[in-house]
Structures are given as structure tokens and as C-alpha cells.
């Protein structure tokens, strides 16, 4: 069975900062990365990461966050720093290998 279990999230005040981490079992993923969705918003992207370490970031986080991966295992972290009120969402990890694979979602909120 392919779980990806999120965890880190929580309150911070902005210019605070967070690390998530996902933890995958059951299948290796060739790419990992964090999706958010705002209330109200479409899941959007915010970071990936292949199995060589080649990266790709949003427009809006870059120079802030930093994604990165641990192969042996199977985890991937995002490392949020000079965090903005903006970046309040719920942040879902995923998983991409034959298909895509979703964790359950862990909440980021950013107060002012």
C-alpha cells in the first residue's frame, strides 16, 4: 500500500519558519514535491524534486523555501523560511511514479 504522511505544519508569525516533511512508503518516486491550496484557491504548485536532486519552485517562494530529499528514505522536506501571511494553506505532498500519489494534507498558517 503507498502512503505519503505529511507532518510540521502549524501557527507561525510571518517571517517565521517551518519544515515540513513526507514520508512515502510502499513504492519509490522517481519526483516528490509540495503542492498548497488557499482557501477559496486551486492546489497549486510549490516545489519539486527528482531523485537526482534537480529542482524546480514557484515563482512566489523562491530564495525563501528550499525543498530537498532523503532517497534511502523516501522522504522529502521543504524548508520554509521568511514565511508571509500568503503562504497560509494547507500543504499536500506528492508522490510521482505511473501516477501521482497525494498525502492527507498538513496546515500551514502564517499570521501577520
Known amino acids: 500500500q503507498v502512503q505519503l504522511v505529511e507532518s510540521g505544519g502549524g501557527l507561525v508569525q510571518a517571517g517565521g519558519s517551518l519544515r515540513l516533511s513526507c514520508a512515502a512508503s510502499g513504492m519509490f518516486f522517481s519526483t516528490m514535491g509540495w503542492y498548497r491550496q488557499a482557501p477559496g484557491k486551486q492546489r497549486e504548485l510549490v516545489a519539486t524534486?527528482?531523485?537526482?536532486?534537480?529542482?524546480v519552485y514557484a515563482d512566489s517562494v523562491k530564495g525563501r523555501f528550499t525543498i530537498s530529499r532523503d532517497n534511502a528514505k523516501n522522504t522529502v522536506f521543504l524548508q520554509m523560511n521568511g514565511l508571509k501571511p500568503e503562504d497560509t494553506a494547507v500543504y499536500y505532498c506528492?508522490?510521482?511514479?505511473?501516477?501521482?500519489?497525494w498525502g492527507q494534507g498538513t496546515q500551514v498558517t502564517v499570521s501577520s
Open positions: 524534486i527528482t531523485a537526482g536532486g534537480s529542482t
Open positions: 506528492l508522490g510521482a511514479q505511473f501516477g501521482d500519489y
